[in-house]
């Protein structure tokens, strides 16, 4: 059965930093391109950053961009994003996504999120 468990959210104030974790479990970590994604209320859900399977690219949303950092730990099969100098328009709550491509299809996974408050 395939897991993917967010944590590391919280409350914290405008300016201030969170590492968000998401452990994997149940899925080959190392041919998944992981991603994060957020959806604040009455907004659609969007992409913040992604990491090919290998590690070797990433790609984010303009909005976070040299805020914002991800990475994956192939031991733990873990991927974090490091978030710094955090806003009010950052609240949302976070998303894990692992995505696999075959030659003719695709498979993604979800977590179940987790909540990112940005505020004084």
């Known amino acids: 059965q395939v897991q993917l468990v967010e944590s590391g959210g919280g409350l914290v104030q405008p300016g201030g930093s969170l590492r968000l974790s998401c452990a994997t479990s149940g899925l080959t970590f190392s041919i998944h391109a992981m991603s994060w994604y957020r959806q604040a209320p009455g907004k659609e859900r969007e992409m913040v950053a992604t990491?090919?399977?290998?590690?070797?690219?990433?790609m984010y949303a303009d909005s976070v961009k040299g805020r914002f950092t991800i990475s994956r730990d192939y031991d733990k099969n873990t991927v974090y994003l490091q978030m710094s100098r955090l806003k009010s328009e950052d609240t949302a709550v976070y998303y894990c996504k692992a995505r696999f491509d075959s030659r003719s299809s695709y498979y993604e996974h979800w977590g179940q999120g987790t909540q990112v408050t940005v505020s004084s």
């Open positions: 990491i090919t399977s290998t590690g070797g690219s990433t």
